[in-house]
Nanobody, 121 residues
Framework: VQLQASGGGLVQPGGSLKLSCAGS????????VGWFRQAPGKDREFVAT????????YYGDSVKGRFTISRDNAKKTVYLQMSRLKPEDTAVYYC???????????????WGQGTLVTVSS
């Protein structure tokens, strides 16, 4: 499966942004999809993941209650709705696919290119 992340940009603190991860291939619905982020000089951090059918999701502690992951298998797209954004949310955001919804980035086999999110006034 191939993935393409989009939707990043500049947003003010407290604002919202919605990222999209578009997949290609007929087997997209057979993959769980996760979002990760990496800020300069920091390790890649788990953000959220969603199961193949969209019924199970997990969130990193730093985004719980502010971010929502969802998917539309008919459109082969996973979304990350980000609200109440903080400057510390600034990072390159990546989506990744694997057979199960996992929180460790090294467990994911397929990665999209990143999209930059900058939270600043």
């Amino acid at each position: 499966v191939q993935l393409q992340a989009s939707g990043g940009g500049l947003v003010q603190p407290g604002g919202s942004l919605k990222l999209s991860c578009a997949g290609s291939g007929s087997t997209f619905s057979g993959y769980a999809v996760g979002w990760f982020r990496q800020a300069p000089g920091k390790d890649r951090e788990f953000v959220a993941t969603i199961s193949r059918g969209g019924t199970v999701s997990y969130y990193g502690d730093s985004v719980k209650g502010r971010f929502t992951i969802s998917r539309d298998n008919a459109k082969k797209t996973v979304y990350l709705q980000m609200s109440r954004l903080k400057p510390e949310d600034t990072a390159v955001y990546y989506c990744a696919a694997d057979s199960s919804a996992r929180t460790r980035p090294d467990m994911y086999d397929f990665w999209g290119q990143g999209t930059l999110v900058t939270v600043s006034s």
